[in-house]
């Protein structure tokens, strides 16, 4: 079971930067995918970033949305078990709530926080 506590969220205009942390406990013993996602009221919770698990046998880049490359970047620090979401160049329609996100690639369960509202509006 691993639990999830987003934070960093608030208010910006737009030009600006925000830095979105998730810190996780509990625990995971197989391969698993990290992740931010993000849902603006009436749709769909879209994928913003993601990268594999510190220690993958096979890493690869992170990946994007198109909407956020370049202004965006997800990393982690696994010793303190915390996933960040740097985010630059805010726009407004970066405006929705942002959920980090933890997928057990063995067994195909997601794990979810509770989101953190990111708001861009002058």
């Known amino acids: 079971q691993v639990q999830l506590v987003e934070s960093g969220g608030g208010l910006v205009q737009p030009g600006g930067s925000l830095r979105l942390s998730c810190v996780a406990s509990g625990s995971i013993t197989g391969p698993y995918q990290l992740g931010w996602y993000r849902q603006a009221p009436g749709k769909t919770r879209d994928l913003v970033a993601s990268?594999?698990?510190?220690?993958?046998?096979?890493?690869?880049?992170?990946t994007y949305a198109a909407s956020v490359k370049g202004r965006f970047a997800i990393s982690v620090d696994d010793y303190k078990k915390t996933l960040y979401l740097q985010m630059n160049d805010l726009k407004p329609e970066d405006t929705a709530v942002y959920h980090c996100?933890?997928?057990?690639?063995?067994?195909?369960?997601?794990?979810w926080g509770q989101g953190t509202q990111v708001t861009v509006s002058s």
């Open positions: 990268m594999s698990s510190p220690g993958a046998a096979s890493p690869g880049p992170a």
């Open positions: 996100n933890v997928h057990d690639l063995w067994v195909g369960v997601d794990y």
